[in-house]
């Protein structure tokens, strides 16, 4: 175990939505979470700079163009909500900048991390994963991997699938039940 982990462990939840989709996912984890340590969920265009210095970062992002989101994808997106027939709406979290773009300024110091995306229900082959990527970027920057990337899936009029905020919630407690360790308590 590393000493540098705080008793209990801080853990911020960071997001970037343009519908609104993966911020119900953050904090359906937040939800999960928070049954066993403190949890913060913020946009990713807040964090400037990072408010809680967490010891654990959960990462999330909707998949663009079969990874993180760019200026010129996010564009579409708004696009997207525009035409009326979509029924799409931008979600107040989107504006500023991405989670790409976050990545690349914040000096990230925590000790783990996991990452999680929305994408479309599709074999991963077919879509990408945004969570692919933030996984790879962290690793290569030396965090140690608190859990396996996970997706949370949307339908082709990109709605949250049935039964996904539970599982997001499900996830959070999973999460939180792999931090045992760090709150003290033994592993069950
Ligand atoms: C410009 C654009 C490109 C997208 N590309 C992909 C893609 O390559 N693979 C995929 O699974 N979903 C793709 N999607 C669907 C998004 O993953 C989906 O809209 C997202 O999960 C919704 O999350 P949000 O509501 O948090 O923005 C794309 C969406 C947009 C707007």
Redesign the pocket.
Known sequence: MNGRIHHPPRVSIVY????????RIAEAIGEGLRETVPVEVAAVHRLEPWPLEPDIAIVGA?????GL?RPS?RS??AR?AEDAERGLEL?TS?RGIGMREWLDDARLEVELFAAF????D?PEIF??S?AASIDRRLRSEGIARLADPHSFL?DRE?RLEEGEVERARAWGRELGAALAPYRGESEV
């Open positions: 970037e939505s343009m519908f609104g989709n993966t911020r909707p998949t663009h163009v079969h989101s994808t579409e997106a997207w979600d989107a995306d929305t994408r479309a599709m879509t990408g945004a949307v990109n």
